[in-house]
């Protein structure tokens, strides 16, 4: 397929629009980002749409604790032509220079083929994803994770819905920025140890309805030095709480800690043999 073919038209040049909106990009609050309406071709997001799979049936990945709950796919597995198509081209040259032009990354960057963490998302009524930093390695390549990008696909979305990704401050006191999950919205940010995102109210569309997504991340072999938290240049996803009120979460979270820390000292074959007994994959 041609580019103008994944592209709406005001956005078919992309090095003159990511010229356009770099300083944009760079000088936005809490840390570097974007939102883009109406980005793709509607007509082939219609098609990657019709493909999408109901993940509570089909899904890879079924996130259900305190800090999310949410169906997710992995690997190209879940994709329809289309979506293969549409993930390949965001994967491309022609879309790489545009990440790297808006987004001044100097660094060369790397798409993931994995999807590691990536694909399809879907959030079902009563879902959430709550306050979080995104890991900042990648599981297989070890490259460090840069950039998000995520593309909604959800067609007369009301805001009584919520489902609103939301940006907030580095002292975790403020949402700064809002985005409505609405149908062909683009929106893209830098990821660092403190580039706390999420969906953290549980979602109230109508039964029948759910937040549809895909996301791509993009990395770098590095990151600047003034990117790297002390004690954090390998993690995991870092759950925090909105203005430090969450018991739960913090409970939830130590006891992850705690379980990360035991997998580090238990030989593989004894915490294999351990889930076997406990009949867990």
Request: hydrophobic residues 35%; proline residues 7%.
């Amino acid at each position: 397929m041609k580019i103008m073919e994944f592209l709406n038209t005001p956005y078919r040049d992309l090095q003159k629009v990511a010229a356009h909106y770099k300083s944009a990009y760079a000088l936005a609050d809490p840390f570097p980002n974007i939102t883009f309406s109406e980005f793709f071709n509607p007509e082939m997001l219609d098609e990657i749409l019709e493909e999408f799979p109901d993940l509570k049936k089909k899904g890879d990945i079924k996130f259900n604790n305190p800090n999310e709950v949410k169906l997710a796919s992995k690997g190209e597995g879940k994709f329809g032509p289309k979506t293969k198509q549409f993930v390949h081209f965001l994967n491309s040259e022609p879309f790489l220079d545009f990440l790297q032009e808006l987004t001044g990354i100097q660094e060369v960057l790397l798409p993931d083929p994995y999807f590691e963490g990536g694909g399809l998302h879907e959030t079902k009524p009563g879902g959430f994803l709550k306050i979080h930093a995104d890991f900042n390695k990648h599981r297989l390549s070890k490259l460090d994770r840069r950039l998000n990008i995520l593309i909604y696909l959800n067609k007369d979305w009301e805001d009584e819905y919520g489902g609103h990704f939301e940006l907030w401050n580095k002292d975790m006191t403020e949402c700064v920025k809002k985005v409505a999950p609405h149908y062909n919205t683009l929106a893209m940010f830098n990821t660092t140890s403190t580039s706390y995102h999420g969906l953290p109210n549980p979602l109230t569309c109508p039964p029948d309805r759910s937040r549809k997504s895909l996301a791509l991340y993009y990395y770098t072999n590095g990151r600047p030095e003034e990117e790297v938290e002390g004690g954090l240049e390998d993690h995991n996803t870092l759950f925090v709480a909105r203005n430090g009120n969450d018991n739960v979460m913090r409970d939830y979270n130590k006891k992850q800690k705690l379980r990360e820390v035991v997998l580090d000292f238990v030989p593989p074959i004894l915490t294999k043999a351990a889930k076997k007994a406990l009949g867990r994959n």
